[in-house]
Antibody, heavy 122, light 109 residues
Framework: QLRLQESGPGLVKPSETLSLTCTVS??????????WGWIRQSPGKGLEWIAN???????SYNPSLESRATISVDTSKNQFSLRVNSLTAADTAIYYC??????????????WGQGTLVTVSS | ETVLTQSPGTLSLSPGERATLSCKAS???????LAWYQQKVGQAPRLIMF???SRATGIPDRFSGSGSGTDFTLTINRLEPEDFAVYYC??????????FGPGTKVDFK
């Protein structure tokens, strides 16, 4: 059974760097059929896509976060990670990791982690 | 960059009624790249529809999607109590990027 689990600090100080990891179980992250992504949701707000990566390290980023975000993959651990630097209060959000699947070339996020709340505050 | 808008912001209905949710793109898009998600309070989003009109695995047939060009619709026939949630449309672009709409909340009248 596929499971994605986010891990990372719940509280980070402004101007510091956030590091999150998503541990995938039930499927190999090296499966070429999938990409892996991060999506966040500020309290009471909508969803914001951050970035995607595949097993070979091919990435895509939201232009609004590209200068501060880095996504990476560790196939040996079946994990992928996100780093966001220069944090401000506006980065306070629930961060979800998700699998990007597709059918007939039509992409979507079909499995999600439970999400982890990150608060940026001194 | 294509922007998605959703309307209405909130839809107040009773169980058994039909919900019609709109998602409009700021420019013409391929329907293949339009998906819908359901999110309940305290839960991660759940894929409902992909390719504008294909139901995801396990989604009941009271959910249907339609549309083309710039206008897309998610219809929920005969609302069940578990359908009251926030619904987001999502666009995939050829650059490998994703955009979500602001969401429509379906709540109890």
């Amino acid at each position: 059974q596929l499971r994605l689990q986010e891990s990372g600090p719940g509280l980070v100080k402004p101007s510091e760097t956030l590091s999150l990891t998503c541990t995938v179980s039930g499927v190999s992250i090296s499966n070429p059929s999938y990409y892996w992504g991060w999506i966040r949701q500020s309290p009471g707000k909508g969803l914001e896509w951050i970035a995607n990566i595949n097993y070979s390290g091919t990435t895509s980023y939201n232009p609004s976060l590209e200068s501060r975000a880095t996504i990476s993959v560790d196939t040996s651990k079946n994990q992928f990670s996100l780093r966001v630097n220069s944090l401000t209060a506006a980065d306070t959000a629930i961060y979800y990791c998700a699998r990007r699947g597709e059918t007939w070339g039509w992409p979507y996020f079909d499995f999600w982690g439970q999400g982890t709340l990150v608060t940026v505050s001194s | 960059e294509t922007v998605l808008t959703q309307s209405p912001g909130t839809l107040s209905l009773s169980p058994g009624e039909r919900a019609t949710l709109s998602c409009k793109a700021s420019q013409r898009i391929s329907s293949f790249y339009l998906a819908w998600y359901q999110q309940k309070v305290g839960q991660a989003p759940r894929l409902i529809m992909f390719g504008a009109s294909s139901r995801a695995t396990g989604i009941p047939d009271r959910f249907s999607g339609s549309g083309s060009g710039t206008d897309f619709t998610l219809t929920i026939n005969r609302l069940e109590p578990e359908d009251f949630a926030v619904y987001y449309c999502q666009l995939y672009s050829s650059l490998g990027r994703f955009t979500f709409g602001p969401g429509t909340k379906v709540d109890f009248k």
